[in-house]
């Protein structure tokens, strides 16, 4: 995992810790059923406060990323990594469409329309119970 | 609640018609780690130097461990693991016989830890500690403050004059006395990114009078950044009451303020101006920020 942080800028730093080992897990560098680094090593790595990487921890477990295992230490969860797979198969197909349409000078705020645009017929009246219920 | 490690109430110190410390209050709690910033001649080794027991309170007290350290100094001193700006170890003794003879002072002494620090630290224990560089001898002194695992590790500016590499070698000692439970460090430093990076609790002297003490946490979210464009070029800086910097040239004024006391909207809604960037201030805005 390649880490870099930043104490100075408006970013608390386990934000950008949470941020980072996510990113990790989103382009493979990390993978399910992988062992994070203790607290205590990730800290002494990247020169932070153990707190600071025990609350980042904790905040990747609450949102279930990763699993704290009693005794065993960290572990990513191999939900999210198949999640992520997904999300970065759709990335490539949506970033070869973005640069397809790039000659024709939209602006973000158009392409935006016409992505929610495209969501919203393809909604299916089972999630539009969902969503109204 | 943690107890405090270091309890100082109202300390104030004159050294001729000067106030090296004014009425300065401030709580280390058990197992964290403090950071004390503040220009040179700030009052941050006149206030390490009452913790030691070197100074006796004039007004005010001083409490470590729960205990005075002028009336009881061995019993705080043995509990402490004292690293100064300029380490002035005795140059003609070897690592090793330095190691021996600090090892007399502290019952707590872990040898086993002590030869792991050496290696760590890539020490020669038979070199003579006036053939050591800079480096070296910091490393040795910080070796025997931590060697007997001190309640408190109390470093005064410990980065002073070192290279990048040797301040990471005493950033992670630092850290890896932290992972230890229980034990907790305070130092002084005017590098504010080691403050930032390692640091849960921050206080800043100023002048002799502490001018902000707190988590970090809470004290970097408590002052903001905002970045204000104005409609037209402004010939002088945007007066803000309250704020504590302001820069900027043109149409772009950035603006350091504690949210507490100046809200970002009002501010911008006061000028006519729009807030095109909003940040939490970095330690380096806020100490600017109450330095000048």
Known sequence: ?133 | MAEAVVRISNLSRRFGSKDALNDVSLEVPRGCVFGLVGENGAGKTTLIKHILGLLRAESGSVSIFGMNPVADPVSVLVRIGYLSEQPDLPGWMRVDEFMRYTKAFYPKWDAAYAEQLLEEFGLNPAARIKTLSKGQRAKAGLLAAQAHRPDLLLLDEPSSGLDPIVRSDILAAVIRTVAEEGRTVFFSSHLLEEIERVSDHVAMLHQGKLVLCGPLDQIKAQHRRVTLRFESPQATPPVVPGALRVTGTGREWTIVCNSAQLRQSTMAARFGAKIVEEDDASLNDIFIGHAE
């Open chain 1, 1 to 133: 995992m390649n880490l870099r942080l930043n104490p100075s800028s408006g970013i608390p730093l386990y934000v950008q810790l949470v941020e980072q080992v996510k990113h990790a897990i989103e382009t493979g560098s990390i993978q399910a059923g992988d062992q994070l680094p203790s607290v205590r090593k990730m800290a002494e790595d990247l020169l932070i406060n153990p707190n600071t990487v025990a609350k980042a921890y904790q905040d990747l477990e609450r949102e279930g990323v990763i699993e704290l295992r009693h005794g065993s230490g960290a572990f990513v969860l191999d939900s999210i990594v198949a999640r992520e797979k997904l999300m970065q198969k759709a990335r490539a197909v949506l970033g070869t469409a973005l640069d397809r349409i790039a000659s024709l000078d939209l602006t973000e705020d158009e392409i935006r329309r016409l992505v929610e645009n495209e969501l919203a017929i393809r909604r299916t009246p089972k999630q539009l119970r969902k969503k109204h219920g």
